[in-house]
DNA sequence: TTGCGTGCAAAGGTTTTGCATGGCA
DNA sequence: TGCCATGCAAAACCTTTGCACGCAA
């Protein structure tokens, strides 16, 4: 049903070699151009990844453009924070968390998925970067 | 500073009367048009509500465009569900959620903006939906 | 009268699509 | 050989911007 093709592989192991970092389309691109791999393939190919699970989109609040990264196994089952000032990306493993889940699904009737929810706000460093700004 | 014009009226009126829903800019033009408001107008009014704090803007997952909603004050002291099928907002007001922020601020060193954290997952709905599938 | 807000049209940037070709199975 | 994936270019889409005019203060 699904062809292997080079460039598809390409950009599977792009982004899987990047998986540290947040990268739009256009990063991915300019990764890949080398390799003879044109954009529309990569938006095609992250259509599909999308679909399977293997990467994940993130949509900032401001700017442009989506983000991917590569969704690695264990992030299924756990939450994500993201710094609205630099951008930073935390990953968030913590029994009480998990709690959460279950809480919102027995007494709100909320079934949360994890992998697509990210927690916006300030982290440590930026929080008091601004409370040194004289504001 | 401001000037206070017809215009600037009519989209904000119009985005309070909406308050149970989400608009995007263009649900918003097409709401004003007929009062002869440009879309220009709309978009630029929308950046400037939103500094001010009196709208919200969500930018949804999948599909195009953000949507923006009327800011009550209440809101800014819960948080939000957003189901990914049929895209409906729920408010949710509960004790124990209010220390999540709290904990994770205490053992995580991040500060939440409530806000702007939506949970993404399925409510009741279309749970029940999925689950009668014949997938 | 001053200068911010508006409207139109055009630009800007990201993502999608049509169609012919290429390449995996 | 059959048919999905690719590439190019163009389109579609949402949002922003330049500029002249209108209107609130």
Do not use: W
């Not at 998986?19 to 003879?36: E, K, N, W």
């Not at 992998?115 to 601004?130: D, I, M």
């Amino acid at each position: 049903m699904a062809y292997k093709t080079r460039q598809a592989q390409i950009i599977f192991d792009y982004i899987k070699q990047n998986a540290h970092s947040h990268l739009t389309a256009d990063d991915i691109a300019d990764g890949v151009r080398a390799q003879g791999v044109s954009k529309t393939t990569v938006y095609r190919q992250l259509e599909r990844l999308l679909n399977e699970g293997k990467i994940r989109k993130y949509i900032p609040q401001e700017g442009k453009s989506a983000c991917f990264q590569y969704a690695e196994e264990t992030c299924h089952s756990h939450f994500h924070l993201k710094c609205t000032e630099c951008n930073c990306l935390f990953h968030l493993e913590c029994e009480y968390l998990d709690e959460i889940k279950s809480h919102i699904l027995e007494h709100h009737l909320f079934d949360i998925d994890n992998s697509r929810t990210v927690f916006y706000g300030l982290c440590r460093n930026c929080a008091e970067k601004k409370k040194g700004d004289t504001k």
